[in-house]
C-alpha cells in the first residue's frame, strides 16, 4: 500500500490546503454561494481525514511500530497450564505479562534446533520464562534478536539473543520463579 513507504509529513502543504478552504468557507458565504461554502466544508473534512490517517501512517513508519500478538483463550489456558503459579496472578499482573509476550513474538524470532521456527506454544513458553529470568520495568525488545530452543545442551553463540536446551526449558517450566510485579 502507498502509506506504507511514506516518511516525511509534510505539514507545510496540508497546513496551506487547509488554510484555503478555511478561509473560502466565509468568503463563499459573504457572496452568497451557500452550495461553494458546503462544498469547501466537505472538502475540508475530507481533506482532514486523509491527513490524519497519512500523518498516523507516516508516525507508524518512522518509529518501526510492529503490532503486539494478541494471545486467544487456548494460549492463555496452555500458559496457565503449564506455570501453576501464573493463575494466582491478580488481573493487571496478567495482563502486563500477557503484553509483554505478544510484544516479544511479535518482534523476535523463535527457532528451534534446526533454525526452523518454533509452534506457538513452545514460543510463548520461551517468551514467559525469559520475562520472567530479565524483569525490568521498561521492558525493551529487539526486532533483531533470536531465541533459540536447541534439542541437546544450550550452546552460548553470540547471534541468539537468548538460547534453551529441551531439558532447561522443561525444568524452568517446573521450577519458574514469577516477578514481583
Not at 499482573?93 to 505478544?102: E, F, H, L, T, Y
Request: proline content about 3%; charged content about 20%.
Amino acid at each position: 500500500m502507498f502509506f506504507n513507504e511514506i516518511k516525511n509529513y509534510r505539514f507545510p502543504l496540508w497546513l496551506t490546503v487547509f488554510l484555503l478552504l478555511l478561509i473560502s468557507i466565509p468568503f463563499f458565504i459573504f457572496q452568497e454561494n451557500y452550495a461553494m461554502a458546503k462544498v469547501s466544508g466537505i472538502v475540508l473534512v475530507c481533506s482532514i481525514t486523509i491527513a490524519l490517517r497519512y500523518w498516523f501512517a507516516v508516525a507508524k513508519n518512522r518509529n518501526n511500530v510492529v503490532a503486539r500478538v494478541i494471545l486467544n483463550k487456548n494460549d492463555l489456558f496452555d500458559l496457565e497450564r503449564d506455570f501453576k503459579p501464573f493463575i494466582n496472578y491478580d488481573n493487571e499482573s496478567k495482563k502486563i505479562v500477557i503484553n509483554r509476550i505478544g510484544i516479544l513474538l511479535s518482534k523476535v524470532r523463535f527457532v528451534g534446533p534446526n533454525d526452523l521456527l518454533l509452534d506457538r506454544r513452545e514460543s510463548i513458553q520461551m517468551a514467559f520464562i525469559y520475562i520472567c529470568e530479565n524483569w525490568t520495568t521498561n521492558f525493551i525488545v529487539n526486532s533483531n534478536w533470536v531465541f533459540k530452543l536447541s534439542g541437546g545442551t544450550a550452546v552460548n553463540d553470540s547471534k541468539f539473543e537468548y538460547f534453551l536446551s529441551l531439558d532447561d526449558l522443561r525444568q524452568k517450566i517446573d521450577q519458574i520463579k514469577l516477578p514481583n510485579i
